[in-house]
């Protein structure tokens, strides 16, 4: 006979356990494989939308097929796109380019607007063999709290100049949780800067998680092998 003192036996799982943890396991493998299905045949049918309507009827694919084929307008805009880039390198591209640039700069709001986007374009697209340096590790936004950062440059000009500071300063992208996209590029001295061993993405992974994401998830206080 149990006594009121004595352990429960170990029980196994009811079937609505096992169902809940089997189901729970399932969205774990579906949501990334179908969210990511989701985002490319979404992107694809927007590009489609943008473009197609762009080509006179005549030469629309489905007028010779029948059905709307996803995807024709991407590599119709990759085509265009390809195009574009190989004649804008030649010497009447160039000429082009300029004598429209030189146009624009004379409409006061349409300049504002395209030379913020060429920046943007030039910063992303243009210049993909500027990367981040190293991940760090930095105080922010005060001493005692400490935030992952991406060293992106060391300071010069005016800013490394006018800075009250006896050393080198390092530029510090510091990106916000969960979207690193967006953040703050801070200044700070070379001494108040951790490089960290991990790569960029492990530190990107990091923030991207909020801190549930460790390069060596074995032993977060090991470095990563």
């Given amino acids: 006979m ?3 003192f004595d352990e429960e036996p170990h029980r196994r799982p009811g079937l609505l356990s096992r169902l809940r943890a089997s189901f729970l396991t399932g ?10 299905i989701w985002l490319i045949w979404s992107v694809v049918g927007w590009i489609d939308s ?8 005549q030469f629309q694919p489905q007028e010779y097929v029948g059905i709307n084929l996803r995807g024709v307008g991407v590599v119709i805009f990759l085509t265009f796109t390809v195009i574009v880039g ?8 160039r000429s082009l380019i300029h004598f429209a640039e030189s146009l624009v700069s004379r409409m006061p709001v349409v300049r504002s607007v395209y030379s913020g986007i060429k920046q943007i374009s030039e910063t992303v697209f243009a210049q ?8 760090c590790l930095i105080q922010y936004p005060r001493r005692g709290i400490w935030a992952i950062g991406f060293v992106s440059t060391t300071a010069k000009g005016e800013v490394s100049d006018r800075a009250e500071t006896s050393g080198g300063l390092l530029g510090v992208f510091v ?3 969960p979207n690193p996209t967006s953040g703050f ?3 700070f001295p070379a001494e108040d800067v951790i490089i960290l061993d991990m790569s960029i993405e492990d530190a990107a992974k990091l923030v991207i998680s ?4 460790y390069p060596n998830e074995k032993d977060p206080t090991q470095p990563p092998e």
């Fill in 2 to 4: 149990n006594t009121p």
């Fill in 27 to 36: 969205i774990v493998v579906i949501a990334p494989v179908w969210l990511t």
């Fill in 50 to 57: 943008a473009v197609l309507p762009l080509i006179p009827q």
């Fill in 86 to 93: 190989w004649i804008a390198k030649g010497i009447l591209g």
């Fill in 128 to 135: 993909t063999e500027r990367s981040f340096e190293k991940a």
């Fill in 175 to 177: 990106p916000t949780t």
């Fill in 185 to 187: 590029l801070l200044f």
């Fill in 210 to 213: 909020a801190g549930l994401v």
